[in-house]
Every structure is written in C-alpha cells, then in structure tokens.
C-alpha cells in the first residue's frame, strides 16, 4: 500500500501542472483582465464584487495621471484596452508592468509555476497583501464550514439511509422522504434567510449571532467559553449548509444498501440462519458503502467552496469561497490562481483519502497490484 500512496502523490505533481495550464489558458484569455479593472479603478468607474475591495494596494491614484487629459479623442495612441483612451502610454506601460502583463504569455506562466513550486503565490493585485497571508486568514470559515459541515451531513445521513432501506416502504420510510424531497427542493441560500429571519434578530427571536466565526471577547474567554461561542456563531451557517447536502447522500445510501440487500449473497447469508445484524453489518454494509465513500472527496470540495460561497455572504463569514469568488469578478489572478491551486490540490489529496477509505471499509480491496 505505501507504494500505492507514494505514485498516487508523484502523480499529483504533473495533474496539478495540467490543471494549470487549462486554468491559465482560460483565464489569461478571459476580457477585462487586471490592466483593465486598475484603468477601470482610476477612472473611477469600476464595478467591485464588494464593497470591501479598492484598489488600494495598487499604488495608481488620480495624481499618477499627470496629463491624462493632454490626449484627445483623435490624437491620442491606440490603446489595446478598451476604456483606456485619453490615458497617457507611460501609464499603461507602468501598469502592465506592475502586475507583470509587459511578458508574453508564455513567459507568465512558466514564472507562474516556478514560483508556485516554492509556494510563493505573489501578492494580490488590489488587496496589497501576499497571497498566502489571505488565503490563511481566510481558511478557518472555509475549513470549519467545510469539515464540520461533511461530518454532520455523513452523520445524519449514512444511519438514516441505512435504515430507510431496511424498512423500504413502510410508514418511516414514507415521512422520512418528504423531508428529504423538502431539504433536496430548498436550496442552502434559501434556508439560510429563513434561518436569519427566525434565529438571528429577523422577524422573531434573536438568539444566534449574524456576523463572523467568534465574538469579539473572544480571546478573554476560558477554554470551554471559546469552544462554545465559536459553535454558536457556526450553529445557523452549519444547518443551512447540512439541510441542503444530507438529502442527496441519504438517497445515495438508501439505494446503494438496498441494491446490495437483494443481492444472492444476502439471500445466502441468511438461508444460512445469520441474523439480520449480522447479514447487514458483517457483509451488506462494506459493499454499500463503497459507492458512498467515492463521493466523499467531491462532496467535501464542493462543500468548502462553492457550497459555502452564499453562506458566506449571508452569515458575514469572510472564507476561501468568497475570496475566490471576488478574485474571479476582479481579475485578480495571484489571488484567483492561488485559491484554485490550493483547492485543486486539496481536492487530489481527498481523492488519495477516498482510496484509503476503501480498504478500511473493504479489506478486500487491493490497489497495490493496480496500476495508478
């Protein structure tokens, strides 16, 4: 198994490179690039994904502009970037410069990912702060959204499938759907508003906090203070996100389990005379749960960025998912590529874990003798 796990993460190198090629051909070919949202910024017309982001770390205010206004309409060079006219070229040429589009393409990317092999992601185009530095102030929200959110949702969901597919069609079977079908129709967002509307010093009661992942005083609390001001600023944000992810795996399970319960081995088994709870434990339960741990990784990746995005902006909770989010809106490509690295290689290493996971629930399962 450790030469198994050893290729899986020499493997991880040239998938990771593939990735970035076809994000950086994407995006670099994307309109209205960085050049464009900074030209945008000093003509006081750009539009932010938030109202949190300037344009302050680009060091390009209104006095840089020097004698914009001695271009006109018909004398002025030709700018390659619309909304540029009436700019002076020694401003261009210095923007360009300053957020490295004065090289070829190529050039770019190959420095891109010498720089990413030592784990410099640069520094962010508009927040004058490294990329690393924001990407681990905001990794907490993610990571707590993230984890606590899966863990519940597997929870929740793994009994409860179990158990509908071994009381297919009877009266608990029944009900247990129609909240099922009701948390599948409501999207995350959704519940989430009700929840503030509800809970959160909406309309009704005023019992949960509606802004960050701790309180102010947090730090002057004991031990067991923190533990439980940082559940309950988490406690609305993880039901929004659990609501609207245990209905699809419950399902999933259900019918995994059931499948595998008419199978002739089940039959066998009990002909036999093992009980019930030996036939559903000792053989049914490794081969249903294989199909449940293979979408782990995915659910978790997807719960941690986009799952979490809405949830995010609801709660104030300021994470991976709207940092990236705001990136992509504001062409701010250390940040963007940074985020996008760092979730496609955490979304590699989850699917190494999903591997592992197999031969814990099974055994039998020998990836040692195939190849990668």
């Known amino acids: 198994m450790l030469a198994y796990i050893i290729r899986r993460l020499l493997l991880i190198i040239p998938t990771l490179f593939g990735i970035m090629v076809i994000n950086f051909a994407v995006i670099q070919t994307a309109p209205g690039g960085p050049v464009e949202q900074i030209i945008a910024q000093i003509q006081g017309n750009a539009v932010d994904a938030t109202s949190r982001v300037t344009g302050g770390g680009s060091d390009l205010n209104q006095d840089s502009l020097g004698d914009q206004q001695r271009l006109d309409q018909g004398g002025g060079f030709e700018s390659k970037y619309r909304g540029a006219r009436g700019l002076p070229p020694e401003l261009i040429a210095e923007i360009?410069?300053?957020?490295?589009?004065?090289?070829?393409?190529?050039?770019?990317f190959f420095i891109m990912v010498g720089n990413y092999a030592t784990f410099n992601f640069g520094d962010s185009f508009?927040?004058?702060?490294?990329?690393?530095?924001?990407?681990?102030?905001?990794?907490?929200?993610?990571?707590?959204?993230?984890?606590?959110?899966?863990?519940?949702?597997?929870?929740?969901?793994?009994?409860?499938?179990?158990?509908?597919?071994?009381?297919?069609?009877?009266?608990f079977d029944i009900w247990t759907s129609g909240v099922i079908i009701f948390g599948n129709a409501v999207p995350a967002f959704l519940f989430a508003v009700l929840l503030v509307v509800l809970f959160a010093g909406g309309s009704f009661v005023d019992w949960f906090p509606l802004r960050g992942l701790t309180s102010e005083n947090w730090s002057e609390l004991?031990?067991?203070?923190?533990?439980?001001?940082?559940?309950?600023?988490?406690?609305?944000?993880?039901?929004?996100?659990?609501?609207?992810?245990?209905?699809?795996?419950?399902?999933?399970?259900k019918n995994s389990f059931l499948d595998q319960i008419n199978q002739q081995y089940v039959v066998t088994a009990r002909a036999k005379g093992l009980t019930e709870k030996r036939v559903l434990y000792g053989h049914v339960f490794r081969n249903g749960m294989l199909i449940v741990i293979a979408g782990f990784p995915s659910a978790f990746i997807g719960i941690?960025?986009?799952?979490?995005?809405?949830?995010?902006?609801?709660?104030?909770?300021?994470?991976?998912?709207?940092?990236?989010?705001?990136?992509?809106?504001?062409?701010?490509?250390?940040?963007?590529?940074?985020?996008?690295?760092?979730?496609?290689?955490?979304?590699?290493?989850?699917?190494?874990?999903?591997?592992?996971?197999?031969?814990?629930?099974?055994?039998?399962?020998?990836?040692?003798?195939?190849?990668?």
């Open 96 to 108: 360009e410069a300053m957020v490295g589009f004065d090289k070829p393409i190529h050039e770019r």
């Open 126 to 171: 508009f927040q004058d702060r490294k990329v690393i530095d924001l990407v681990i102030d905001k990794m907490p929200v993610s990571i707590s959204l993230g984890l606590w959110t899966t863990i519940l949702t597997y929870l929740i969901s793994i009994p409860l499938g179990i158990r509908k597919a071994v009381r297919d069609g009877s009266r």
């Open 222 to 253: 004991s031990l067991l203070g923190k533990i439980g001001d940082y559940f309950w600023h988490l406690t609305l944000p993880l039901l929004a996100l659990t609501i609207g992810a245990f209905a699809g795996l419950t399902m999933l399970t």
């Open 304 to 372: 941690l960025f986009t799952g979490s995005l809405l949830i995010e902006v609801i709660f104030s909770l300021d994470g991976l998912g709207l940092l990236g989010f705001e990136a992509a809106l504001n062409r701010d490509f250390p940040v963007l590529f940074g985020t996008l690295f760092f979730f496609s290689l955490l979304g590699l290493l989850m699917n190494l874990i999903g591997d592992l996971a197999y031969v814990a629930v099974d055994p039998r399962i020998d990836f040692e003798s195939r190849e990668v």
